[in-house]
């Protein structure tokens, strides 16, 4: 029984994770129609710029270095490649943002080696805390409970800020948000980078607890591209629901039969790809476009 | 009268002068195959880098079967791979542990990787994009899964290792690929016996397989398959079935990946886990696209540099990695040309070679160009009828509860204000929408649920509101390609027939250019043609599946006065011969044209009739008016 | 009803559209349009499926680029511009299908024409006044409401900003005759408060009925210019140029 909470515990935690990763994947689809391979690595990159943060300044300073090092470089590499890719195939933008991953994880590896590091959150933090039955490190459960909050800013952000009206628009039509005179391209530029900068605090938010080598990136990148294909591609509750999903299936597979936990996954996905294409909340007409 | 006596002279030459150039090709390749090992010993590689790199370039080569050729990525490749891999070496160690025979185990191994191929494609062949690269991902992944838990079988994470030496038996003789050349000191270009026999037969292999895949993208099935990744909609309302080729090329290009998975596992003496892994899915994508896709050395001149740098490089600098991928985004940055191949046409075409040497169509009726059906402008018997025939998005009813008749041979305008269904009327006729209600009677026989495809080889063709062409081929291919379809159907597996050995297929192309006046631009890009031309040739590729109804979607839209009265004239000639369905917005024209008249409003008839009860029918004009009629406008 | 039509030399010029030439890919769709429209005027221009109407509009507001001629707004050039530069300049198309965004909720739609406004327009009390449908409808999203319901929507989108010309594309068309009258009353109050308006209309009598006056446009030729009057007094024009 306690075994049952610690991995539904568990499943939550990593579903958050994948959660916060596809939320920023789903978004960017939705409002650039970008299929990002290279989301990945905003992770990775927010992990390593904490790590190194952390080590030196704090970890305080690190959640706040992360995503601003990410946002800055998402904004980059949206001026330099990706812009030119918004309106190409599906398959050229697959192509080349798997480049970009590959070449962002092959820069970490030189840099950083490729052990998988982690760092130590200040004493204050390190203790477990009592839940129920069952004994949780406490960390983890400040983790959950700030991604928590975090998708629940971001959700505001999107539906109760004017500019996060402008991007519901823009998925919509964008045509039509620019014959009202609102500033599409502008608003795709901030999303992007909000959904790269919350890829980056997660990284280095989720370090003490998953660690980071170069691969990390595009090891949660798989799975979180399975969340969104299940939710449906450009839903942001359809995220958040395979997300759970996704998470809870994975570490009760776990338990249940340790070796399948990685291919339950796509089994689901494929099930889900072959009977429900558009996803669990996807919209049918999305699927036609991509 | 055209036979074939005709054609044989300058059919004949061409046939000489191409299979002149397929033996200078075999020629090169095998000269380029020999000469490798003793290019790559002076760079620093070494001889076993020779024999890998051409074992994995066959990999490379099916992969770009789908990539460049099919224009799917797929991101499950290892699952060929690794499991030709696999397959080889259980089938050597269970079966034949003390006499391994390579013809039995590759050839196991390429059934095997086959039949999956054949089973996942089936699956994923419908989807596109992300979703089809991530469904080819998942099942990659449960394929390393089952190969992982299967330990009995597998040794799971550690791999089969220790395979028996390799023996290939021909005839009476038992070649040892393992033994080496005679030793031959030639200097720089290092010694011919650091060579096993193994690079011997993997070049052959290699050699075999070029020569296929080059047949392959020049046979009827490959010029199918630029047509499908070029224009999917053009191409299944020609009458080809897409879906079927994808799934063809995915088995064709599963079955070379699991040949190589083969010959690695057995020239290597083991095979890893990590052959069934993701990133070896993507190094064949890397390999490809780094060569340059739609080409057939591309894959394995990328498979050449990436694994010369990866084993020479390696041991150099810890860099190679990054350099790899830096090389990789490069390429598709900024030689998109090279990934994504629009300049590879216009080649010197064979094909349009031997056209040109045919004589042009004369006047005389055209026995090739079968005219409607019997019982042409007669008989009690409708060829297309509707019943309450429905077509619903959501809620919104586009068209509704429509009852339709045409006679054979008939001339029907379809007219009515915008947003009327017109459109989705006649996609709901050619097949490309299914109905929400009702159904559609084809000469008698309901045809609703029949696909757009086979409609087309049942004699229902359409011409699209926006021309849908083949930009990058000529006129002449474009017409080219309908014919074929209509003379070898919705699919075949012609992966060594030319299309150019098809006679009939030249001849209905000529003629169907004939009849819309474009042989002068016959040899023409479609890309380049005019906005007219482009119209009439998108009529013209309807026209050459000898269709019996012909549907077209505003043919003269967006064209000048004198182009719209000409392509007026063309179609009116055609359609003595069948039944012409025609939506248009040029009334001059549709009420010249047309023997009967069906005005849609809102999703429904409001009216049928001759021009000029339409003319008259106070309905039309408060349906074009606006609810108001002509009294009542005249005094306000 | 009908006003004379004062001509345009009277009133100051607000657009001016100087012989613009439009193309889709290869397909010459505009040839040579001009049109003038004075300040405060409501003009009309009229036309059959498919000659290039709602090219015209698209040319102006920047969504499709003439190759030649010029399009002027008091005095500002705007062949050459974005569509949101064009938008905030103060050219407001209402297109044909209407384009609310439908994920979003009536109140939503307003709220992003307000946000995107350079300058404020009418209020939403005043919105509200005039289509008082709109107000009983505010929660529900944009798919959720009747086809009459978006074209007011549409209108009063445009109506929140500070607009100096309303391009209205064929606004009472798919709609039911009753709702064909509210949507033309619409019109007319916009007309009452003087907003400059351009109407593509193939519905003809709603459009005599407000315009003051107008030009038929076929094979993507302007064919003629005149007032109402002129239009309503020549059969032989109808048929050719209007009529089935």
């Known amino acids: ?290 | 009268m055209m036979g074939p006596s005709n054609e044989a002279g300058p059919a004949a030459r061409e046939r000489g002068g191409v299979l002149a150039r397929d033996l200078r090709f075999a020629a090169l390749c095998a000269i380029g195959i020999a000469l490798f090992p003793f290019i790559l010993h002076p760079l620093g590689g070494y001889s076993t880098l020779a024999t890998q790199i051409a074992i994995v370039s066959v990999a490379s080569i099916g992969f770009n079967l789908l990539l460049g050729y099919a224009g799917t990525l797929s991101y499950g490749h290892a699952m060929f791979y690794g499991g030709g891999g696999y397959v080889a070496a259980i089938l050597i160690l269970r079966t034949m542990p003390d006499h391994p025979n390579v013809w039995l185990a590759v050839l196991g191994a390429m059934l095997v990787t086959m039949l999956i191929a054949l089973l996942v494609g089936a699956l994923t062949v419908r989807l596109y994009g992300i979703y089809f690269a991530l469904l080819t991902l998942a099942f990659g992944q449960m394929v390393y899964f089952v190969v992982e838990q299967a330990k009995d079988w597998t040794n799971g994470d550690d791999g089969l290792q220790a395979l028996p030496n390799a023996i290939l038996p021909i005839g009476p003789w038992h070649i040892d690929l393992t033994a080496h050349l005679p030793s031959m000191n030639l200097g720089v270009f290092g010694d011919l016996g650091e060579l096993r026999v193994w690079y011997v037969f993997a070049g052959i292999v290699l050699l075999l397989v070029l020569i296929f895949f080059r047949a392959l993208t020049r046979s009827q099935f490959g010029e199918v398959l630029d047509a499908i990744r070029e224009n999917e909609q053009r191409s299944t309302l020609i009458g080809f079935n897409a879906a079927a080729y994808r799934l063809a090329a995915f088995t064709i290009s599963g079955a070379l990946t699991g040949l190589a998975g083969a010959l690695r596992a057995l020239y290597d003496g083991s095979v890893p886990i990590d052959a069934l892994s993701i990133d070896r899915s993507g190094s064949f994508v890397i390999y490809t696209v780094v060569g340059g896709v739609q080409t057939i050395f591309g894959p394995v001149a990328g498979t050449a540099v990436i694994m010369f740098l990866e084993n020479v490089l390696s041991a150099k600098t810890p860099a190679w990695r990054l350099i790899e991928g830096l090389i990789f985004v490069s390429v598709i940055v900024f030689l998109p040309r090279g990934v994504f191949g629009i300049l590879k046409r216009p080649e010197k075409n064979p094909r349009a070679l031997f056209a040109r040497s045919l004589r042009l169509p004369t006047e005389e009726p055209d026995p090739l160009l079968k005219p409607a059906a019997e019982g042409h402008r007669a008989g009690p018997m409708s060829i297309i009828e509707t019943f309450k025939l429905g077509k619903f998005f959501g809620h919104f009813g586009a068209v509704r509860d429509v009852d339709f008749r045409v006679e054979p041979g008939e001339l029907r305008a379809v007219i009515g204000p915008n947003g009327a269904g017109k459109t989705t009327f006649f996609n709901l006729i050619s097949g490309t929408t299914a109905p929400t209600t009702g159904t559609i009677d084809y000469k008698g026989r309901d045809v609703s649920r029949t696909s757009g495809t086979a409609r087309v080889h049942l004699g229902i063709a359409k011409a699209f509101q926006t021309a849908s062409l083949y930009s990058d081929q000529t006129v002449r291919q474009n017409c080219r390609l309908a014919a074929l379809a209509r003379i070898q159907g919705p699919f075949a597996l012609q992966v060594f027939r030319r299309s150019y050995r098809l006679d009939d297929v030249e001849a209905i192309a000529e003629r169907a250019m004939a009849r819309l006046e474009l042989l002068e631009v016959a040899d023409t890009r479609a890309g380049d043609l005019s906005h007219g031309d482009k119209k009439r040739l998108d009529i013209a590729i309807a026209l050459a599946t000898q269709p019996q109804v012909l549907l077209l979607d505003e043919p003269v839209a967006g064209m000048s006065k004198d182009e719209a009265r000409k392509t007026e004239a063309l179609i009116r000639k055609l359609s003595t011969e069948m039944t012409v369905l025609i939506i248009e917005h040029d009334m001059e024209m549709v009420m010249g044209l047309s023997d009967t008249i069906t005005v849609l409003h809102q999703g429904t008839v409001l009216a049928t009739g001759t021009p000029a009860e339409i003319r008259d029918n106070p309905k039309v004009q408060e349906a074009y008016l606006g609810g108001h009629s002509e009294t009542e406008l005249a005094h306000p | 009803m009908s006003a004379p039509a004062p001509s345009p030399s009277a009133v100051q010029t607000r657009l001016r559209v100087d012989a613009i030439n439009t193309y889709y890919a290869e397909s010459h769709v505009l040839r040579d349009v001009s049109l003038t429209i004075g300040a405060g005027e409501t003009v009309a221009l009229l036309g059959r499926n498919g000659v290039g109407k709602t090219t015209t509009l698209k040319s102006i507001v920047g969504w499709l680029k003439p190759r030649t001629g010029s399009v002027v707004l008091d005095g500002e050039e705007l062949v050459g511009r974005d569509m949101m530069t064009i938008a905030r300049m103060g050219i407001s198309l209402v297109p044909e299908e209407r384009r609310i965004f439908t994920n979003l909720t009536v109140a939503e739609n307003l709220k992003i024409a307000q946000v995107t406004a350079r300058k404020p327009g009418w209020t939403l009390d005043h919105v509200y006044e005039k289509f008082p449908r709109l107000r009983e409808r505010l929660s529900h999203k944009g798919d959720e409401i009747s086809g009459g319901e978006k074209q007011m929507l549409a209108i009063a989108r445009a109506l929140l900003q500070d607009v100096k010309v309303l391009l209205l594309d064929e606004p009472t068309e798919g709609l039911a005759p009753l709702i064909v009258r509210e949507v033309e009353n619409v019109v007319r109050e916009i007309k009452a408060t003087g907003i400059t308006t351009l109407l593509v209309e193939q519905n003809l009598y709603s459009a005599l009925a407000v315009a003051d006056r107008c030009y038929i446009i076929d094979q993507g030729e302007i064919k003629f210019e005149g007032t109402p009057d002129q239009v309503r007094g020549d059969e032989e024009l109808r048929r050719r140029y209007l009529h089935v």
């Open chain 1, 1 to 290: 029984m306690e075994a049952l909470f610690q991995a539904l515990l568990g499943g939550l935690i990593l579903g958050l994770v994948y959660i916060a990763i596809a939320v920023g994947l789903t978004i960017i689809f939705g409002t650039l129609r970008l299929v990002n391979f290279a989301h990945g690595a905003f992770y990775a990159i927010g992990a390593y710029v904490g790590l190194v943060i952390a080590q030196n300044l704090g970890v305080g300073w690190a959640f706040v270095a992360a995503p601003i090092a990410v946002a800055l470089f998402a904004v980059l590499l949206d001026r330099l490649v990706l812009r030119s890719f918004y309106d190409k195939a599906p398959t050229a933008q697959l192509l080349v943002t798997f480049g970009i991953a590959l070449v962002v994880e092959e820069s970490l590896r030189l840099i950083f080696g490729a052990t998988t590091q982690q760092y130590k959150m200040p004493d204050a933090l390190q203790g477990s805390a009592t839940l129920g039955p069952i004994t949780y490190p406490a960390y983890r459960l400040l983790f959950g409970a700030g991604v928590i909050v975090m998708l629940a800013l971001l959700w505001l952000f999107i539906e109760r800020t004017n500019y996060g009206l402008l991007v519901r628009a823009g998925i919509r039509d964008r045509i039509m948000v620019q014959l009202l005179g609102g500033n599409i391209r502008q608003a795709s530029t901030v999303i992007f980078t909000l959904g790269a900068a919350v890829a980056g605090l997660v990284g280095a938010a989720a370090t003490p607890i998953y660690g980071i080598d170069p691969a990390t990136g595009f090891a949660f990148l798989v799975p979180s591209f399975v969340v969104v294909v299940v939710g449906g591609l450009g839903s942001f509750w359809g995220a958040v629901l395979g997300g759970l999903l996704i998470g809870e299936l994975q570490s009760l597979t776990n338990l249940a039969y340790a070796p399948a936990s990685q291919v339950v996954i796509y089994l689901c996905m494929a099930l889900v790809l072959l009977f429900r294409p558009q996803g669990l909340l996807g919209e049918s007409e999305v699927i036609r476009q991509s």
